[in-house]
Nanobody
Framework: QVQVVESGGSSVQAGGSLRLSCVVS??????TGWFRQAPGKEREFIAS????????NYQDSVKGRVTISRDNAKNTVYLQMNSLKPEDTAVYYC??????????????WGQGTQVTVSS
């Protein structure tokens, strides 16, 4: 049984940093990534990383502030977020599948972790 479990969400002040973690168990997937959904908005792609770590993609709006990485020995994918802004406030979801991208059909989703950035 596949499980995707996020953690690390918190409330922080603008300019702060957070590292989100996503543990994927029960299967090996070609790609894992992060999405977010703010209140009243559609879910949007943030970043993805291939199993090997050689292919990484970011949404343009977060480039330079966000880094995705993975530790396959721990079945964990990380999302390091720096210089956080109030507009980064959202529920952050981890996704796993054959392809993870802005318009991909995602095979597995996590339950989400809340990130709140105050000004």
């Amino acid at each position: 049984q596949v499980q995707v479990v996020e953690s690390g969400g918190s409330s922080v002040q603008a300019g702060g940093s957070l590292r989100l973690s996503c543990v994927v168990s029960g299967g090996n997937f070609r790609a894992t990534g992060w999405f977010r959904q703010a209140p009243g908005k559609e879910r949007e792609f943030i970043a993805s990383i291939s199993w090997s770590g050689r292919s990484i993609n970011y949404q343009d709006s977060v480039k330079g502030r966000v880094t995705i990485s993975r530790d396959n020995a721990k079945n964990t994918v990380y999302l390091q977020m720096n210089s956080l802004k109030p507009e980064d406030t959202a529920v952050y979801y981890c996704a796993a599948g054959v392809v993870v991208g802005p318009s991909s059909t995602i095979d597995y989703w996590g339950q989400g972790t809340q990130v709140t950035v105050s000004s």
